[in-house]
């Protein structure tokens, strides 16, 4: 690990206090940074849980729900920190995103990125643009959560309506401009992985309005200061409005202080992603086999990862099993560490593993069709059942790992795993085992460090072409040890 940089300040000469927003599939946060005695500190401010809804056939955010409760982390955070706010970022999970009327107001709102009408968009796609083409262009995983999906099966008549992914919406409707963040934009599979723009072949071959699409920009870009009045959020007028890395993973992977060059992650929740961090692109036949992708990282480097079904898989078995025995994560794997080990391993990549509902059934639906014992799908069984997901998931971290290794060609010594699936003792131990590497546990919030690292670059030295990655890992050295 890269020792810190001397000539980078342990503490701003700005000491108002900073407002991370972290979007989350199954929770939204809004995180307070301030400097108390030079020191930095960090408080979760505010938690609300967040799921997509289904209605009519369609599974959507409910973003009022989702506004409405960070504008009450916002107010919270202007009453306790009485020196002031310097700035406001927000990240989170990417391709999905909300269509905007005249005004720059939601449409409606936005589809869940699991909603079924991709299942027959993609194919449409690739009947106008060849998958192979796609992945020559942009060097994205053909995986049909992605926007440009999406986007296609949407109505024509939304076609010219403009669309702005999540974390951006957030900040528009603060009041700032409309932008599409680096980082998320390449997960929208539109953009040109070596000219790092959006692909005007791409948006042609589909049928999609390019001038629905905001202008990139990178991460650590000022895009506006807040407008409070209109949200009755007076308190945080002025306050600089930042686009951080918006998609969370990027984020996660900039709170990670390591400035070296042998070292793996995961970024391990709802999904698991599965990578390194590189200074171009990798899209040759290997890494297009394997299907990892490239997205947008900070410091204008590249997450080549590969997104992996994660603790989706047993928080969906909760829900079905809470009517008999509400079990939580840190009680399920301690039982399950006296569980025995399965006798055979799920493939977790399964497109049916991917869905919501009905987990255990699903789950022994692949094990029958592949001539396997099934497992007790109550309750009582849920160590064994628990067991089995968690081998499943370290066993393909380690194909994974394997794979990235020799593609990259890099001698990987260490993986950070950040994220809820940190505190996963037993996933943690058997990803060590799977991999062969040594497992460091990063912050459960890596993505609020991230997030704030960004910030404090972007302010202390504004740059044009977006933050310095060498910067933004000083800072998240300063400020990892700070207490949530």
């Not at 300040?9 to 900073?18: S, V």
């Not at 131990?429 to 460091?440: I, P």
Request: with cysteine; hydrophobic share 40%.
């Amino acid at each position: 690990m890269s020792e810190p940089d001397s000539s980078v300040p342990t503490c701003p000469k700005d000491r108002r206090a900073m407002i991370a927003i972290d979007l989350g599939a199954e929770s939204c946060r809004v995180s307070l940074l301030r400097w108390l005695n030079e020191s930095p500190h960090i408080e979760l401010v505010h938690r609300h849980a967040n799921a997509p809804v289904s209605n009519n056939g369609e599974i959507r955010w409910d973003l009022r729900q989702i506004t409405e409760q960070m504008d009450i982390g916002l107010r919270k955070c202007a009453e306790i920190a009485s020196e002031g706010i310097r700035s406001i970022a927000a990240d989170g999970w990417a391709v999905d995103y909300v269509r905007l009327n005249a005004d720059g107001e939601a449409l409606a709102d936005p589809f869940c990125y699991r909603d079924e009408r991709t299942i027959r968009s993609q194919p449409e796609v690739f009947e106008r643009i060849s998958a192979a083409r796609l992945r020559a262009i942009t060097g994205i995983e053909m995986s049909r959560i992605n926007s440009l999906y999406q986007l296609c099966a949407d109505a024509d008549d939304l076609q010219e309506r403009p669309w702005l992914t999540l974390p951006e919406y957030i900040l528009h409707r603060l009041g700032g401009r409309p932008v599409a963040e680096y980082t998320n934009a390449t997960h929208t599979q539109l953009v040109d992985a070596e000219k790092r723009s959006w692909s005007p072949e791409i948006f042609e071959a589909v049928g999609l309005v390019k001038k629905a699409a905001a202008p990139i920009v990178g991460p650590g870009t000022v895009i506006g200061k807040l407008k409070g009045r209109a949200l009755n959020l007076v308190a945080l007028e002025g306050a600089e409005l930042i686009a951080p890395a918006c998609h969370d993973t990027a984020s996660a992977i900039a709170g990670i202080a390591d400035s070296g060059d042998d070292w793996a992650y995961i970024s391990s929740g709802t999904w698991s992603l599965v990578g390194t961090v590189l200074k171009e692109p990798s899209n040759g036949a290997e890494a297009q086999a394997a299907n990892f992708t490239n997205l947008g990282a900070v410091g204008g480097r590249i997450c080549f990862h590969k997104n992996v079904n994660g603790m989706w898989m047993l928080r969906q078995c909760m829900t079905e099993w809470a009517a008999e025995i509400d079990w939580t994560v840190p009680e399920l794997i301690a039982a399950a560490e006296h569980a025995p080990p399965p006798a055979s391993l799920l493939d977790v990549d399964d497109p049916d593993l991917l869905l919501p509902g009905e987990m255990p059934t699903r789950i022994n639906r692949q094990l029958k069709r592949r001539g396997l014992r099934p497992v007790a799908e109550g309750s009582e069984a849920a160590p064994e059942m628990t067991r089995l997901i968690l081998h499943s998931l370290a066993a393909r971290y380690g194909q994974i790992v394997a794979s990235l290794a020799q593609i990259t060609g890099k001698k990987l010594q260490r993986i950070y795993i950040v994220g809820g699936g940190s505190r996963n003792t037993l996933l943690n131990r058997l990803t060590g085992d799977a991999t062969g590497l040594e497992v460091r546990c990063g912050a459960v919030e890596s993505a609020t460090i991230g997030n704030f690292a960004v910030q404090l670059a972007a302010l202390e030295n504004p740059r044009d072409e977006g933050v310095a990655a060498a910067a933004v890992a000083q800072w998240a050295q300063q400020i990892s040890s700070a207490v949530f």
